[in-house]
C-alpha cells in the first residue's frame, strides 16, 4: 500500500521561504514520476513540480525561478523548496507520485496548507 507523508507546510511571510517533504513507502518509486500539485479555493488543482527518478524536472511557469525540486531515491522522498513566496502561492499543497507508464498507478498525499501573509 502506496503512502505518502508530507511536511513543511506553514504560514510564511511574502518573500520568505519553505521547504515541503513528501517521503514515499509501500512500492518501489524508481518508474514512477514524484511531483507537487496546488489547490487554492475556488480554483483547479495545479502542477507545481515534477521530477524522474534520473532527475529530469518540469514546473509551472508561476514558480519557475523560485522553486527547485529534488529527489532523494535512497529514501523515496521528493522535496519542494520555495522562495520569494508571494500570497498567490497560498494553496493546499499536494504530494503526487504517479508510474511513468501506468498511469492508473497514482497517488496522493493528504495536502499541507501553506499561507503566504503578512
Known amino acids: 500500500q502506496v503512502q505518502l507523508v508530507e511536511s513543511g507546510g506553514g504560514l510564511v511571510q511574502p518573500g520568505g521561504s519553505l521547504r515541503l517533504s513528501c517521503a514515499a513507502s509501500?512500492?518501489?518509486?524508481?518508474?514512477?514520476?514524484m511531483g507537487w500539485y496546488r489547490q487554492a479555493p475556488g480554483k483547479q488543482r495545479e502542477l507545481v513540480a515534477a521530477i524522474t527518478a534520473n532527475g529530469v524536472t518540469n514546473s509551472a511557469d508561476s514558480v519557475k525561478g523560485r522553486s527547485t525540486i529534488s529527489r532523494d531515491n535512497a529514501e523515496n522522498t521528493v522535496y519542494l523548496q520555495m522562495n520569494n513566496l508571494k500570497p498567490e502561492d497560498t494553496a493546499v499543497y499536494y504530494c503526487?507520485?504517479?508510474?511513468?507508464?501506468?498511469?492508473?498507478?497514482?497517488?496522493w498525499g493528504q495536502g499541507t496548507q501553506v499561507t503566504v501573509s503578512s
Open positions: 509501500g512500492n518501489d518509486f524508481s518508474t514512477y514520476v
Open positions: 503526487n507520485v504517479q508510474h511513468r507508464y501506468l498511469s492508473f498507478l497514482n497517488y
